[in-house]
């Protein structure tokens, strides 16, 4: 009963933008990235993506190539920044920012999702695949990897770098 969460290909998107549940297109390299992560998956019984596009299109080309199908969930989109969306991280008001960086997991002052709604909406998913049995791939974001292996709900146990094409396997 394992998990195996994979971060998207990179995106087609200006370094510096706030992005979340925002559709961004995959990047050119997008063929090549995919092939280099098929060839280092460990084994899996299923695939679970995200229902963004930058997802789906990498569960896809995965499924297409080991001849597995694939779900989507909702739980594992990446967190809504609201009106953040789309917009230069350095044209955020500051006063903003600083909301939610003096409560990082509950403050809101996007209008979207707090960090706390992520992490629970995530972990919920998580445990209802790690209860599955076999093996699950789940292609999803940066956001949500960090949510799963935040060890506490502090800001610092969520500034876990997590590169595009980065994997990583939860075991119970």
């Not at 933008?17 to 060839?39: K, N, P």
């Not at 917009?87 to 939610?100: C, G």
């Amino acid at each position: 009963m394992a998990v195996t969460l994979l971060r998207h290909t990179r995106l087609n998107v200006a370094p510096g933008i706030c992005y979340g549940v925002s559709d961004i297109e995959l990047a050119e390299s997008f063929d090549r990235e995919a092939g280099a992560i098929l060839e280092e998956l460990p084994d899996f019984d299923r695939i679970v993506t995200s229902p963004l596009s930058r997802c789906r299109r990498l569960a896809d080309y995965i499924a297409a190539h080991t001849n597995r199908t694939v779900s989507e969930e909702i739980r594992v989109r990446e967190m809504d920044f609201g009106r953040w969306e789309g917009q230069p991280w350095s044209d955020i008001p500051r006063v903003e920012i600083d909301a939610w960086a003096e409560d990082f997991l509950h403050s809101c002052p996007h209008g979207g999702e707090s960090v706390a709604m992520l992490r629970a909406r995530v972990l919920d998913a998580l445990r209802d695949y790690r209860t599955t049995d076999g093996h699950t791939l789940i292609v999803t974001h940066a956001g949500v990897i960090k949510a799963a292996l935040a060890a506490n709900e502090t800001a610092e146990s969520h500034a876990v770098g997590i590169d595009f094409g980065a994997f990583v396997t939860l075991i119970d």
